[in-house]
T-cell receptor
Framework: SQTIHQWPATLVQPVGSPLSLECTVE??????LYWYRQAAGRGLQLLFY??????ISSEVPQNLSASRPQDRQFILSSKKLLLSDSGFYLC?????????????FGPGTRLTVL | QKEVEQDPGPLSVPEGAIVSLNCTYS??????FMWYRQYSRKGPELLMY????GNKEDGRFTAQVDKSSKYISLFIRDSQPSDSATYLC????????????FGTGTRLTVIP
């Protein structure tokens, strides 16, 4: 079965510091991978998605970036965090090999920028 | 106008009640509809997945889609305290599309 991991689970960072969040998926190959941010009362906002190694699509212009160095690894980064980057960051995966063509989420990383 | 509207609640019901959660949407191209359950400080987990109009039942949960009214519902029968969570509706247009459109979620509390 497929599993998805995210780390760290929680993170407190000062404004202006760099960020690196990691997501890995097990039990599947060539998944589509997604980064979302969830802010209170605002639902899930799609930030980036990737259909393959090195292929990144950005949905929202911001100071964040994403990379996919390996098939089942997705990284969210920032060079300088802003207060507005605080939120709950979720990684998700999807393949057409599952019975439902939809996205499955990881446990999330709660980021607080002070 | 948002693509997907969902009443944020909060909604509190006694244990054993029937719960009705709803979403409306504006894009008639949406064909695939999902409900996710999200416990506090956890990632959303897929609860129900339906295609086009009609009903789908899974245990105590029933998902209902009315495309003519652009309205979807999730019913929970015999609600339990363990059902206390935020419920997110999601939808998309064609197969393989990467864009899922989410509601903001309804927070449900089932009181023992």
């Amino acid at each position: 079965s497929q599993t998805i991991h995210q780390w760290p689970a929680t993170l407190v960072q000062p404004v202006g510091s760099p960020l690196s969040l990691e997501c890995t998926v097990e039990g599947t190959s060539n998944p589509n991978l997604y980064w979302y941010r969830q802010a209170a009362g605002r639902g899930l906002q799609l930030l980036f998605y990737s259909v393959g190694i090195g292929q990144i699509s950005s949905e929202v212009p911001q100071n964040l970036s994403a990379s996919r160095p390996q098939d089942r690894q997705f990284i969210l980064s920032s060079k300088k965090l802003l207060l507005s980057d605080s939120g709950f960051y979720l990684c998700a995966w999807k393949t057409l090999q599952t019975s439902t063509d939809t996205q499955y989420f990881g446990p999330g990383t709660r980021l607080t920028v002070l | 106008q948002k693509e997907v509207e969902q009443d944020p609640g909060p909604l509190s019901v006694p244990e054993g009640a029937i719960v009705s959660l709803n979403c409306t949407y504006s894009n008639s191209a949406f064909q695939y509809f999902m409900w996710y359950r999200q416990y506090s400080r956890k990632g959303p987990e897929l609860l129900m997945y339906t295609y086009s109009s009609g009903n789908k039942e899974d245990g105590r949960f029933t998902a209902q889609v009315d495309k003519s009214s652009k309205y979807i519902s999730l019913f929970i029968r015999d609600s339990q305290p363990s059902d206390s969570a935020t419920y997110l509706c999601a939808m998309r247009a064609q197969t393989g599309a990467n864009n899922l459109f989410f509601g903001t979620g309804t927070r449900l509390t089932v009181i023992p």
